[in-house]
């Protein structure tokens, strides 16, 4: 059997590792990545101040019970990791010794640079090809740095071009993050700035960004607040030979190198994401749900649908109920905590429950504050609202900095990490109706989650505070409005019109959204053109819409009407939830599952078990 893998990011090498294993015949594997192993996120070849934003110990390429399996945690503090990172080529990589030097610092715990993951994901690879090789039945054929243009059907078979193109029995595919098309903003914008000699970053890889053309005599406007605002700021101060130092209290300290232009960052909510604490967790920790459970889930159903406002109503319970537990651990000595949480659980009202107990009124747990942590403050000037922002940023970093079992409110955004599977079960499941998953689901709630769950670790908080501190970076208020106006970019905040900043660059800090509608990538592009794939069509009562997700059998993770194509991660985010997370050791985490499901689908092996999550 010939079987192609397209994409050698961490879901390719997962589904390497699981046709070994589960391999009963002669195959012959053919592997495509446009970058190297690792992909493009997780190159070896990145700043080493770049890092991850989820804990060493709860990241691994292994199946659970994996003979000799190692997380990442596993694999840092082992002397596999120095020896591998040793072995590499320092011409290919001159950031070895950095490499090494990072290693000898990090912690189980530690959110490790992303080159250390990429680093990993390369040992792994070579620990597969090894196996490989003692195994007369599999044959790895290697194809890095090609990009698949196309897959053509060729009777039940397929070609795959590349370079060269190649006959195949099965494709698996997963392409990560991907361009889309310009949106006509960004086509406008990019023209501007070739017209007004000006610098135009669209939705890019922070570390593949050339920002040379800024210096230290230019402003620079940033659009977004999420996790690529973070690499770029890094990226224009810390890597321009700013440095960090801590103060007697052990806040940080900016000290400049006068490399760095002043940073001007802004979004729709006007304030940072919330940052990830610092980890209490064991590599197999997972705190349960209590209200977003599968039968409180079935409980709800009309019709066969959980109505969003139930949805959204068991998911904060479950969040507010850890926020409680926190707080009284840490504050409230005289609440008999098991007598709270027991009432909480059991009552129809927990609100009620807590209006009863001995906590203060402003303890409670505030969804509309968390949501929007400046709602209501009076904005005078650009340098008020440094005061607000610095407010919050001090309160949500001591919280973060307490950990993530003990600090109130960071610990208990941390439960909607461990409610993904659930969040997925609702949505692999289609129990959402139309109209909601539409309406509601995929607009306010989905960036509510990555505001409150997708942030940087706490340090990257730390920083921020102490650049705005250092005059480096200013944080526009709500509501950030951006055109090209007298040969300069142009920004203000909706609500305080009055004051507008020039900028000499205007950066699109994010990520494309994976979107099958709008995607600028070849194959998908080719695929879409040969209806070999297509969006999933959600039906509406007035209209149909296309998801942005492939459309796929749940159940296999099959091209819908092509039995011998299978795609998964980012390609099907809008049918799952946080397709992109690498798996987590010691859970059960559907992911390994899916990966193995399709090893199986593909060496057409009965699976007992189908991914449907809880």
Not at 242 to 265: M, Q, R, V, W
Not at 349 to 373: A, G, R
Not at 441 to 455: H, V
Request: hydrophobic share 35%.
């Amino acid at each position: 059997m010939e079987i192609a893998i397209i994409g050698a990011g961490p879901r390719g090498l997962l589904l390497l590792n699981n046709l070994i294993q589960n391999n009963n015949q002669q195959i012959n594997i053919y592997l495509f990545d446009r970058k190297n192993i690792g992909g493009r996120v997780w190159k070896i070849n990145q700043p080493i101040d770049l890092i991850m934003n989820t804990p060493a110990n709860e990241l691994t390429l292994f199946n659970d019970n994996q003979k000799n399996s190692y997380s990442i945690a596993d694999w840092i503090k082992s002397d596999q990791s120095k020896k591998f990172i040793k072995s590499l080529d320092e011409n290919k990589y001159p950031n070895k010794n950095e490499l090494i030097n990072a290693i000898k610092s990090l912690k189980e715990n530690s959110y490790v640079p992303r080159a250390i993951c990429g680093a990993y994901c390369n040992w792994f690879f070579k620990l597969l090809t090894n196996e490989i090789s003692k195994d007369n039945n599999i044959n790895l054929s290697l194809h890095l740095n090609q990009t698949v243009t196309d897959i053509q059907k060729n009777n039940d078979k397929f070609i795959v071009k590349s370079n060269d193109a190649y006959n195949v029995d099965k494709v698996v595919f997963s392409l990560g993050q991907q361009e889309n098309q310009l949106s006509n903003t960004e086509k406008s914008f990019k023209k501007y700035a070739t017209e007004n000699n000006l610098t135009y970053i669209f939705p890019e890889y922070a570390d593949e960004v050339d920002l040379s053309k800024i210096n230290n005599q230019n402003t620079v406007i940033i659009r977004g607040l999420g996790l690529s605002f973070n690499d770029y700021v890094s990226r224009l101060t810390k890597e321009r030979g700013g440095k960090f130092t801590k103060d007697a209290n052990g806040g940080l300290i900016y000290h400049k190198s006068e490399k760095e232009p002043k940073i001007i960052a802004g979004s729709r909510r006007g304030i940072p994401y919330y940052p990830k604490a610092i980890s209490q967790k064991k590599f197999d920790e997972n705190y349960s749900a209590y209200f977003l459970t599968k039968d409180n889930i079935n409980k709800h159903l009309k019709n066969g649908k959980l109505p969003f406002e139930d949805f959204q109503r068991l998911l904060r319970l479950d969040v507010e109920y850890r926020y409680y537990t926190f707080l009284i651990k840490k504050d409230y000595p005289n609440i008999n905590l098991k007598e709270f949480q027991d009432d909480f659980l059991k009552s129809n009202s927990p609100i009620d429950v807590v209006k009863k107990s001995e906590l203060s009124s402003e303890s409670l747990f505030n969804w509309d504050l968390i949501l929007n942590p400046v709602a209501g403050i009076k904005i005078t000037n650009m340098e008020d609202y440094q005061g607000h922002v610095k407010k919050w940023l001090s309160a949500v970093i001591k919280d973060a900095r307490l950990g993530s079992k003990t600090g109130p409110i960071i610990g208990a955004l941390e439960m909607l990490r461990d409610l993904r599977n659930n969040i997925r079960y609702v949505l692999a499941n289609n129990l959402l109706s139309n109209e909601d998953y539409v309406n509601k689901y995929k607009g306010q709630f989905s960036s509510n989650i990555k505001f409150l769950s997708m942030g940087a670790p706490v340090i990257r908080s730390e920083e921020l505070l102490a650049l705005i501190n250092a005059g480096i970076v200013e944080i526009l208020p709500p509501q950030m409005q951006v055109i090209g106006a007298n040969h300069k970019f142009i920004t203000r905040s909706a609500f305080y019109g009055h004051q507008i900043i020039q900028g000499d660059a205007l950066i699109e800090a994010r990520t494309n959204a994976p979107n099958i509608n709008i995607t600028d990538n070849p194959l998908l592009t080719n695929l879409k053109k040969n209806n070999i794939i297509k969006p999933q069509v959600i039906h509406l009562s007035d209209n149909n819409v296309n998801n942005s997700s492939i459309d796929i059998d749940v159940k296999s993770d099959q091209v819908k009407d092509e039995p011998n194509m299978f795609t998964w991660g980012l390609n099907t985010e809008g049918l799952y939830f946080v397709t992109s997370a690498i798996p987590r050791p010691g859970v059960k985490d559907d992911i390994l599952t899916a990966a193995d499901n399709i090893s199986k689908n593909i060496l057409n092996i009965s699976v007992n078990n189908p991914t449907k999550y809880m």
